[in-house]
């Protein structure tokens, strides 16, 4: 198998002798490859080997990617604003965003009922996944049976996975977390990703995370545990399950740590206003390979990546900023969460030095 | 104004020389009184005050108990089981409970629709209030609107007060939770007890509650802090407040030193399994004010009440004492919670040492 | 045994007819009593029974104290000021209290070279036994041995008792802190004040304290948890234990609910600058036991007490107050203490209340 | 500047057309580079810079290598074995180590007086020294002035820097970290590693190190806050400093990523017992730059490094594994360090995989 840049470019079977793609033009490759020349060669053993990873790499299509956690437009009256919700998610994935987290913590989906919640999943996901990008969305809830409701919807919707937390008013045992997942992977058809987020739920253990890796659905896992350790074990674990299961970051200030230690992803704040920095990030490590250009794009990102997790409303800031320096109106958000001060708006643009960096993007 | 253990006994206004029961008979009074002949004797200088001070007394004849945050009884399938419900309610009752903490954390609150919880209110609600025990109801939801909807239903049942926490999935600021109550005060005629728990929610300041204590239908406080020092800034914050204001220890351990330090009643999970010994500690306590005997009575429950609220399930092991022990047929736990295991089960009974204890109950 | 607020006023063995002081007059009783007339009458079966009473008693008379942490008044080169301790504690014994903390971690023994310590000892110890005072010697020192070395010069001086803390650069297992203890009751004569302080060393666990209350010169326990539940712990092992034990408040704001549930005594910061309130705290509720009264009293130590255990620099807090409000000249602090800013020095003052609450003060 | 894996080959200014070493032959280098043959070619505008950098590289060549923390071989009377000290020393030195820690916490310094200190620094420095390694030596005491003796004392048997940390005892004030460290950079002409260890001692922020940077005797930083992010502010903070300053992974377990981030070496426990491995770590990630082989090699240290780090008696596991299973004949602990159970023994064994893991070593 030959790999460029631009992903595959042909396939020989030494034993079989069978060639994929065998009349490809190597000089039509390089050309389309804009001046990246490098190429990867894969030997397999059989074709069966190959057609085994093409599976897998599927699966890395679908989730190695910067997803944002996209805040949700809202009208005055807290109603949907799916205009600017559509032209956001639009200019994402003009700047090379390849994947959009609806609905999640950002996305205020606990302020939402369950009608409305899937309102907003039959409108934004198949409007998304039209553009080709991939599609996560968030539909954890207190009642495990509620949860399933959101992913037996998101699934209909054409929705690539589910982030869903363990109950998180209750503070579930190891094995309650485990008894979680299994009825949400037995009870829904949609793919999982864990979610690790000791701040709000019960940490989930590198022992419970094993077990949860051999739910046929649950296929990745967004760790928020905000030290790198925890991740390192899921990534270390991962790489021992039977079926290929993959990390994604989920701690805006960890990223560069995250994809050096093999996270193939990142559930984003950031990329909701820097979606090119974040884009050209994800794939100087996961692309390129090239970690010394990654970290130099993490230094850049470091003021805003910071602030997105330590100011404690990062939904409003990501707002304010959107509506403010960015230029879409958000609008509000509902309770309960309410307005932060002039104060704290003018500290989080200073913070993040937003207006410098926001000339990264594309407008 | 002349009081024993029994209550008022009669009322003198020495100014307008008016009086209240003023043929009452000394020797009955001291009959009914089993033996405890002390009186206090309160000076009012007009009968205006006097009557202030009765709809004071109003206040802590609704929440000056033990309010045992009552298990809910399900079957195999999860449905509820009024039966057993009513027949632990009676009981608590008759071993001297005041009041009943009905659908709180241990009633699993959590794990119910919005209809499940409205049906058991309207059942329940009314069964206990015709006993003559106040009722609080936990009305916590993560979207205000449904918190808001649940006490609207309370109220019409006949609750006295509804239990209610910030949001627990998002931490609010102090301002959003002021926003959070102002709102729930204004679009609700239940009155409020707010719910302290920074395990569960963002933490409650003192300055906070200086504001919350402005709200009129905030009445009461269950602090869970787990410090008594929070407990205790609580207590001599309600003290300024312009209108009367109590806290009710929200942790089992903490009990002797909440009351001792001006708590006036208690949300307990003890008093499911121990309520005529947690109704003696209250008397002790409240009523005798004898604080050597309210530390004789604790340093019995101490190894309840340390199991309560340390051992992470304490629903479950409720539950299993209450079925195995005491003889109320509980069931099963709804998701989240799911059975502990038979070491916790043999753990929790000795750790309690409840066998014992149990033999203070009225059965 | 016949007792009022000055101690024992005589005794009479009902089985054996002797009496002691059996020719007292009450009425000079009464009049020495000034103006407190109640007295106290405990029956002993035997003179045996009376006389170990009077052991424990002495046990009492040692250390059921206020013990001040006492600052200690420096030069500006870093030399001792004597004359301004002496006065220091003079004026502390004037104002009612019974007992004093030398060098402790407000008196910045771990400033000291061990020569030094031994020469504030050998001056200071004397001096304040000499007014019938109890003292306790501030002697740890992350090597055991050092901390032998200042409690065989504590004892040589007089003291009553070794304050010491387990190994604070090592976290020491609880095997390691029974060790650490053994090693000081085997190596010295000196009685010991375990000292659990988890903010420092590592936590000592109610398992571990009945084995320390095994050794014969443990006596009594400072606990600086900041969490009552723990100094609760103690307490109650502690009344399990074969000989007497008893336990001392080490948290200033948590001192009304320890005396309530048991503590006999408190070392405290707060007794520096308000050493007439609080030997009338104590007073209340050890000599009085009139809770209400000591609650009363601790209401108005309250912003005291706080400020005292919050603020992250007490000493310098003290020095500062002591110098300027009350008028001891104390002077600097050695390394690596620093002054406090003018800002912080307002602010301890404001915030403690102290012009106002000085005024209970005897000058 | 031409450099390849051997270090500098040579050098030519083109502004002033000098050369270095211009007569080399390239065919030798590549020889000697045993395969290796990338160069790195850097341009410098003027001799000048060049010699800078040549400073620069003399600061790395110092201090960019895994220290292993030594622990300190004793008899069973507690006296220093240094036979078996320089053993395990030569030992570690022959498998790659190019510097050593000595005395640091797993080196027992707090049990040792001023006086032992200063013995086991002025035989085991110069043994260390002639061998050509760095030495760090741990200085670290609650009073600053005692560490400054050590520091004096170690300047003068020829170590490298001292490890110093904040006063642990006392939590000092961010404006007292930095008196702390101008004190010692005023008071020893020895260079000082700056040691956060927020467990310990207060935590250093970001704004206090910038100004630590600034102390010309501050070369280094040691990082134990066992998160990655502080380790990052640190070193991109060092980036922005006048001053060459570089920061060393204080963490086993964080190790990779810390090395990723841009640390330059190790204080590590480990490498007591795997210097090979930790060697070629070390190797993979600066001298070859080559991150997939760091991550390979990180992953075999992964049950070691955890171990280190999380189990709770890291100086009485490292000596174990070191005379039972390498060969090193350790002895005992001094107080306060205890031995520890057979059970525990066993267990670290287990968990860090050493016997496995061992075979990497040179014997």
Redesign the interface.
């Known amino acids: 198998e030959l790999r460029n840049i631009n992903g595959e470019q042909g396939a020989y079977f030494t034993k079989t002798k069978e060639a994929l793609q065998s009349d490809a033009l190597l000089k039509t490759m390089i050309e389309e490859a804009n001046g990246d020349n490098q190429f990867e060669l894969i030997y397999h053993s059989t074709p069966e080997n190959y057609l085994k990873r093409k599976g897998e790499k599927k699966m890395l299509e679908k989730f190695a990617h910067v997803f944002p956690a996209m805040v949700t437009p809202m009208n005055e009256d807290g109603s949907f604003n799916y205009e600017v919700a559509k032209k956001h998610a639009d200019w994402m994935m003009d700047n090379g965003i390849g994947g959009i987290g609806v609905l999640m913590?950002a996305g205020e989906y606990?302020?939402m009922?369950l009608e409305e919640h899937m309102e907003y999943v039959n409108i934004m996901v198949p409007y998304i996944k039209k553009r080709g990008a991939s599609v996560i969305v968030g539909c954890?809830r207190?009642?495990?049976?509620d949860a399933c409701a959101l992913m037996n919807n998101a699934y209909k919707a054409g929705a690539d996975a589910a982030m869903v937390l363990?109950?998180?008013?209750?503070?579930?045992?190891q094995?309650?977390i485990i008894?979680?997942y299994t009825?949400l992977n037995d009870n829904s058809d949609l793919d999982i990703m864990v979610y690790n987020n000791p701040n709000?739920t019960s940490g989930i253990t590198r022992e419970t995370m094993k077990e949860l890796y051999k739910l046929p659905h649950v296929k990745i896992v967004k760790d928020a545990s905000?030290?790198?350790?925890v991740m390192?074990d899921f990534i270390?674990e991962a790489e021992e399950a039977e079926e290929e299961k993959n990390v994604l970051c989920g701690c805006d200030?960890?990223l560069?740590?995250a994809y050096?230690?093999?996270a193939v992803g990142w559930i984003s704040m950031t990329a909701n206003i820097l979606p090119k920095l974040s884009a050209d990030f994800h794939n100087a490590m996961i692309v390129e390979k090239d970690?010394q250009k990654g970290?130099e794009i993490y230094?850049k990102l470091?003021p805003v990546v910071n602030m997105t997790e330590r100011y404690?409303?990062p939904t409003q800031a990501v707002k304010h900023i959107l509506s403010e320096v960015i230029g879409f109106d958000e609008g509000i958000c509902r309770?309960?969460?309410?307005e932060i001060s002039d104060e704290d708006k003018a500290m989080v643009v200073e913070w993040s030095q937003i207006r410098e960096l926001a000339k990264t993007n594309k407008m």
Chains 1, 2, 3, 4 share one sequence.
């Not at 207190?142 to 049976?145: A, L, M, S, T, Y």
């Not at 905000?226 to 350790?229: C, E, K, L, S, Y």
């Open positions: 913590a606990q302020s009922s954890s207190e009642r495990v049976e363990p109950s998180f008013y209750y503070n579930q045992s094995e309650e008894d979680h009825y709000v905000m030290v790198i350790d390192t270390f200030y960890l560069y740590q050096a230690t093999g970690y970290l230094k470091y404690p409303a309770r309960p969460r309410r």
